[in-house]
């Protein structure tokens, strides 16, 4: 029992700073070609990144997930700073997810859809890893490009002593931990159903 005790908060610690190591600095993207782009809203930087992969010539065609209800393209398109008319029927907009188990269900379904057998993925360095490990549930054989987004937040100087920053990041651990374990349902703000 005592060995327990000292175990689990070592072993949390320590897969705490692997994780907040490929926050800050996470894998560089791979360069190649794939089906297609999903991006997981959260943040205007995400879509900005995904649309400029997309008109790079990256993928045919890109989804964002988890958009506002009201939110169509357009508007998303020009909150991130672009123009939507270069990418007319090449984006799909999905509105069904909230969560990023929701995410992953969405993605899923538009990905059997297309036929995508590559998958680049967009979101925030410390949000992928929990991403992926949701996609791969839902996708077991598409192949996943992860395309980590650093945010400001992590960028700015003064990290060190910002609270808000580390609580969001052992937040998103935790949840991680949560995803692995099965309970990922647990962190979510409400449930979703699996109709897509």
């Avoid at 169509?72 to 700073?81: E, L, R």
């Avoid at 692995?180 to 109709?195: Q, V, Y």
């Amino acid at each position: 029992m005592l060995a327990m005790a000292v175990l689990l908060p070592v072993a949390f610690l320590g897969g705490f700073a692997v994780f907040v190591a490929q926050a800050f600095d996470p894998a560089e993207p791979s360069p190649r070609d794939t089906d297609g782009i999903a991006v997981l809203t959260g943040g205007s930087e995400r879509i900005a990144t995904a649309l400029r992969l997309l008109a790079d010539g990256r993928a045919p065609r890109l989804l964002i997930s988890g958009a506002h209800p009201e939110a169509g393209f357009a508007d998303i398109a020009v909150a991130a700073g672009q123009d939507p008319a270069p990418f007319a029927g090449r984006v799909a907009v999905g509105h069904a997810a909230a969560t990023t188990r929701g995410n992953a269900v969405e993605i899923a379904a538009w990905a059997r859809a297309e036929e995508v057998r590559s998958l680049r993925v967009v979101t925030a360095s410390y949000h992928m890893p929990r991403a992926l490990f949701e996609l791969r549930r839902t996708l077991p054989n598409v192949e996943l490009v992860p395309n980590a987004i650093v945010p400001t937040a992590l960028r700015d100087g003064g990290i060190w002593r910002r609270p808000m920053v580390w609580g969001l990041l052992l937040g998103e651990y935790g949840r991680y931990l949560l995803a692995r374990a099965g309970l990922s349902a647990l962190a979510s703000p409400r449930r979703e159903t699996r109709d897509s």
